[in-house]
Every structure is written in C-alpha cells, then in structure tokens.
C-alpha cells in the first residue's frame, strides 16, 4: 500500500541520505524520471518531487542535477519532459483565474487606465527564489503555492522603476518618481506612502537551465560551470499594470487631463525601456530578461469626455505612373495585350510596363474600396458618445505613447 507525501515531514520521514548508493540513485529516478521507488511511496505533484530532490544536497548532487555522461538525467531532463511542461502550464492557468481580474475602472478616479500585453522572452528570464532548499543554487522565484515560475508585482515595480529613472536621469527623490511609484519608510512602514501604480504579478509555464561558467580574471580560464536556473527565451508572459492617479482627486479637469496623459507617456517610454534594454530579473547587465511585445496590447481609460478614436484613414496615394499612363491613354488600354498596344501606337518602353501599371490599377482601386470602408466606420465612430470606459488596442509601445498624446489633446 502506498501513502502520499504532500508537505515537508517526507523530508525527515523519508530520507534516503543514509541508503546504499544503488537506492538513492533509484528514488531520485523516481523523482525527476518517474521510474520505479524502491520504497513504495508516491508523491504525485511533480514539483513536489522536483522539491524532494533537493536531499540530495548531501548525497549525489550531480546525479540529481544533470545524470551522468552516459545517462543523461536529473532535473536536466525532467524540464525537457512534455508531461512537466503540461503540468507547469496547467498551473499557470490556475494562478492566472484568481489573481489576474480588473477591476472596474468606473468606480476608480477620472483617468483611471489599465495597461496589457502579451510579451515573449528573447532573453532567459533568470530571479532569485525564497525558497529554504533547492537542489540548485539559482532556482527561479515561483509562486509560493503552486510553484510555477513568476514575476511579482513587486519586482515588476521595482523595474519599471528603475528603468523610468534610468531614461529621465532622475535622483531617486524626484517628485514624480515618488508620486508613481511611492516611497518607503523603513523606519515605519505605516507611513510609507503608496504610489499611483499597481502591478500585477506574470506568470511563466516553462522552466530550463543555463550553464554559467565564470572565469579567473588572472588566468581567463573558466571554472566549475554553475547551473542556474530559468524561465527560457521564447516563453510567453502577460503583462498588466493599474494607473489610478489618486492625487488628481478634486483638481482641475484641465491639470488633471494634462497629468494623465504625461503620467501614461512616460509610463509608454519606461516600458518599452524596461523590456527591450534594461531587462528584468537577475543579471540583467549581462542581457537577461529582455522580451518583445507579441500580440498587440489592450488599453482603457475611465474618461467620459475622452474620445479616444482611431486616427482619421488616410486615402491611398495615386501612382505617378498609373496617373502618367493614364493622361495619355484611355482605361480601356489596361485590359490591351503588347500586340494591341503596338497597334495603338503605345510606345515600347510603356508597352514593356503594361503589366506593371496594371497591377498598381488593380491595387489602387482595392485600396480606395477599403479606405472608403474605413472612412464611414470612422465617421461613425466619431459621431456616437464617448463611453465612460473608453478601450483601445495598440502593436507597440509607440502606440500607447500616442494613445497618451491624444488624452492630451482632448481628443
């Protein structure tokens, strides 16, 4: 009969540190290979076994972190089974239902926006986790229930911060730095005053490992290579962040209006510096923890005066040589092939470019069908109210900085 072992007392109720060596290379192919226990028990939750592992700090450590030459093993492959990559995604989810709701943006102040995006790591994502004992000596910070790899509010916090005063080259004191972000007191957290940012936590459905190996100054040989481990490049994440400028409350429309859309500015540069140049996490200096934004973003502001609508469409440009052709020739000679065009008496080099000029027709008339499509449903738009929440979606970065400009303008 088996019994599962579900908390931290398997640790001292079951440790094999003291078991032959044939044993204890036997449950750690249990633990991070699935393979038969010798002892009989079960832990069924896979980071638990991963979690488990770590007895053999005092034990074969090498076995359990990478296998041997011959036989390749340990946490190595556990990251690389499709099962583990399942179960990390499955948890993901679960962490993503509960935490990442909105709240409604009409029940907060005038200007009250909210930020996301989707983004993928070009970079590994590398952090420092608080966790008592690990089989590595770099684990990634994971979520204290359900152990799967994040970025917290707070260091997500802690890096936009850093990369708006790296942009600015403000002191740590600037004023608007303190009014966004907050200040600490820690001599009495109490009375430490809160920000106008909230941020909400991204999580990872991947880990992997990189091989470190540090070199001698001296000598420019490497030493023992150091697995580190971390959330791959090419990972997806979600990224929200909650603006609400609480100190705006009573002002003026028109400072209020202003400050937003300055406060939602910077906010665009500090991001798009944050993840394509500084990085977040741990060793950012040596270029982890970059990501792209991947599949558009989603704004909306509380602004029941605030149009934010699309730009005006613009009309297609006419081809100089579409124009050229046809101030000399009728429509009728598009549809003509060389030999009656020659007949026509149509010059040899327009001839040759008969096809080309066709095409660029053809284009153009698709164009100016879709402009005029565009155009009525922006003069649509532009005619119904401004809701209270206004939405907007944007590709880039520079995107929402003109999203921010239009707030400003009254648009």
Not at 274 to 299: D, P
Not at 368 to 391: F, G, H, K, V
């Amino acid at each position: 009969m088996t019994r599962d072992i579900r908390n931290y007392d398997a640790w001292a109720a079951h440790s094999f540190l003291h078991s032959p060596q044939s044993d204890e290379k036997a449950v750690l192919d249990y633990l991070l290979k699935n393979s038969a226990n010798p002892y009989g028990w079960e832990i069924p939750d896979l980071s638990a076994r991963a979690s488990f592992s770590a007895l053999a700090l005092l034990g074969d450590k090498e076995y359990a972190r990478s296998g041997t030459r011959r036989e390749a093993g340990g946490l190595v492959e556990l990251y690389k089974k499709q099962v583990f990559q399942d179960y990390l995604s499955r948890q993901r989810e679960v962490c993503r239902s509960l935490v990442e709701s909105l709240p409604d943006l009409s029940s907060l102040p005038v200007g009250a926006s909210t930020i996301r995006f989707g983004f993928t790591l070009t970079s590994p994502y590398i952090s420092r986790d608080d966790t008592a004992l690990h089989l590595l000596d770099n684990p990634v910070k994971k979520e204290w229930v359900f152990k799967v790899p994040y970025v917290a509010s707070t260091q997500w916090k802690g890096g936009l911060r850093a990369a708006v005063r790296g942009q600015k080259e403000w002191d740590n004191d600037h004023p608007d730095l303190l009014r966004l972000f907050g200040e600490a007191n820690d001599e009495r957290p109490e009375q430490g005053k809160s920000g106008c940012i909230y941020f909400y936590p991204t999580f990872f459905d991947r880990l992997g490992l990189e091989v470190i190996n540090p070199h001698d100054r001296q000598t420019g040989a490497g030493s023992q290579p150091i697995l580190m481990e971390c959330v791959p490049a090419g990972t997806t994440g979600h990224f929200t962040l909650l603006y609400a400028p609480l100190d705006c409350i009573g002002a003026d429309p028109a400072v209020t209006r202003r400050q937003v859309a300055e406060d939602l500015a910077l906010l665009a540069q500090g991001l798009e510096a944050l993840f394509t140049l500084y990085g977040f996490g741990a060793k950012t200096s040596s270029g982890f923890g970059l990501a792209e934004l991947t599949g558009g973003g989603r704004f909306a502001i509380h602004y029941p005066d605030t149009q934010l609508q699309s730009p005006k469409p613009q009309q297609p440009i006419y081809p100089e040589a579409l124009r050229g052709f046809l101030e000399s020739y009728p429509p009728e000679y598009l549809d003509m092939k060389p030999k009656q065009l020659k007949n026509a008496g149509v010059p040899n080099l327009l001839r040759q470019q008969a096809k080309e000029i066709k095409e660029l027709y053809l284009q153009y008339q698709d164009d100016l069908t879709q402009y005029e499509r565009d155009l009525a449903e922006w003069e649509t738009s532009t005619a119904t109210p401004s809701p209270p929440i206004t939405e907007r979606t944007f590709a880039g970065f520079s995107d929402l900085a003109g999203i921010a400009g239009q707030i400003g303008g009254g648009v």
